[in-house]
């Protein structure tokens, strides 16, 4: 055996010694023979079951035409490797059954003492989770610097970063408000109740939503859509607020007219059957979330026809003004939404009820019988007393698979339970545990 031979095969006990130990270790020797592997190699190249000892690239790609792509593109950078006579540093991405695999790929060449190649070392470092994590920084970075302004703070709701929107609409920049707290942006217009009420709603919920008026560095005062979420680790202890917000400056009026016009019932201004469906559906994804139950109450006034008739559609129409008036009394405007579907047809929604279902029912049921009591109160149009009733079917709900079609057809079928015992009353749907 010549020195070199030697040589080689004391690298190759090296190579065995040390391949347990890195990500995919390869030794070929000056030809492009492959003398030794690994079993992280044998893994990435599926050589399990081939005959590859001996083999050069060119010959193993013949006979395993699973990898032969992979093995032209190795072959090509051993040889720049060789041509360089340094290490090289190749990235590399492997189409694999578990899927896109990324390797950091550091080849070495070796020869002997009269410069004639004598072996290539590859050794192979998975760098697929690394390359996944800087692809969503990226992204994340992206996205931090959206069209909306973003500010975040630690718990104490001191402020760690903002993002470029954030200093173009405020006039601040980031190392002016690093370490304040938000309410360097106050405009003054809204009382500690507001606030008070609105970090209890993110404490509870764990999300706030709103308008609200803030101050810029100049002065200016201007109305914003606010949308804060608060950040929490694997124990539910807060860690940080997010908050994100848009520029509402111009766009007020505009917007909140074509929002009423799409959303909201011309008459009596309440919430009419779009906005409700929204409103449903996303409480629907809410309860199955957070096991919070709520509720869906179907009313219809009790000879409504009669007094249409009777007063005329002018009065009929104050009348039905008032009914959404008193019903909105009866709810918690900020959580709960009142609507009106059409004619005497209303239907308010109750969400956040208790996380139990007799509390939840008893609260749904306190809701209605409110809600026949102010109806029930005589109205006075046009120095005249208008006496009416209303009839109220409820339907409760927390599972997941219920849709919001499936919540108004129950409510509507307790409605006219409601309505065929007597009117003047409230009727649970039939189906609904603990509601009797």
């Known amino acids: 055996m010549t020195d070199i031979d030697d040589s080689l095969a004391a690298l190759t006990k090296t190579f065995n010694v040390l391949g347990g130990v890195i990500d995919v270790l ?3 020797d000056g030809k492009g023979r492959w003398l030794a592997v690994n079993e992280k190699a044998k893994h990435l190249f ?7 000892h001996g083999k050069t690239d060119s010959e193993l790609a013949q006979q395993h035409s699973v990898i032969a792509e992979l093995l032209e593109v190795c072959s090509k950078n051993d040889e720049n490797t060789w041509s360089s006579g340094m290490l090289q540093v190749f990235e590399k991405s492997f189409k694999h059954n578990e899927g896109l695999l990324e390797f950091e790929m550091r080849k070495s060449p070796v020869f002997d003492e009269a410069g004639k190649r004598k072996a290539l070392i590859m050794i192979g470092n998975d760098i697929t989770e690394r390359k996944r994590a800087e692809r969503d920084m990226r992204i994340a970075e992206k996205a931090f610097d959206s069209l909306d302004a973003i500010l975040v703070t630690d718990a104490d709701k001191r402020i760690i970063r903002v993002n470029n929107t954030f200093s173009r609409l405020t006039g601040y920049m980031e190392t002016e408000v690093i370490g304040k707290t938000p309410a360097v942006l106050k405009s003054g217009r809204h009382d500690a109740a507001f606030y008070q009420e609105m970090w209890d709603t993110l404490h509870e919920k764990g999300v706030w939503r709103g308008e609200i008026w803030d101050k810029r560095k100049n002065g200016e005062i ?3 859509w606010l949308s804060i979420s608060a950040v929490t680790d694997e124990d539910g202890t807060i860690q940080n607020y997010v908050g994100t917000f848009n520029d509402l400056s111009g766009q007020v009026d505009a917007k909140e007219a074509i929002h009423r016009m799409a959303f909201y019932d011309p008459l ?5 059957r779009r906005l409700l ?3 449903l559906n996303d409480a629907l994804e809410n309860s199955a979330c957070n096991q919070h139950y709520g509720a869906v109450l179907m009313l219809d006034i009790d000879n409504f026809k009669l007094i249409n008739d009777t007063y005329g559609h002018e009065v009929g129409d104050y009348f039905l003004i008032e009914v959404a008036r008193r019903l909105c009394c009866c709810i918690h405007e900020e959580e709960d939404t009142v609507a009106r579907l059409g004619g ?4 308010i929604l109750l969400e956040f009820l208790s996380q139990d279902a007799q509390e939840a029912v008893k609260q749904a049921r306190t809701v209605a019988e409110k809600v026949l009591k ?3 109160k005589p109205f006075m149009m ?16 927390t599972l997941p698979h219920q849709t919001g079609d499936e919540m108004m057809r129950r409510a509507d079928a307790a409605m006219y339970r409601a309505k065929s015992s007597g009117r003047n009353q409230l009727c649970f749907f039939a189906q609904d545990k603990h509601s009797r």
């Open 26 to 28: 390869v030794l070929k």
């Open 46 to 52: 599926d050589l399990h079951g081939v005959d590859w």
């Open 222 to 224: 201007y109305p914003k």
């Open 268 to 272: 009596t201004n309440v919430a009419n």
């Open 277 to 279: 469906n929204d409103r």
């Open 344 to 347: 005497d047809e209303f239907v």
């Open 374 to 376: 102010e109806i029930s």
């Open 382 to 397: 046009d120095n005249r007393a208008i006496n009416s009733t209303v009839s109220v079917g409820i339907s409760m709900f």
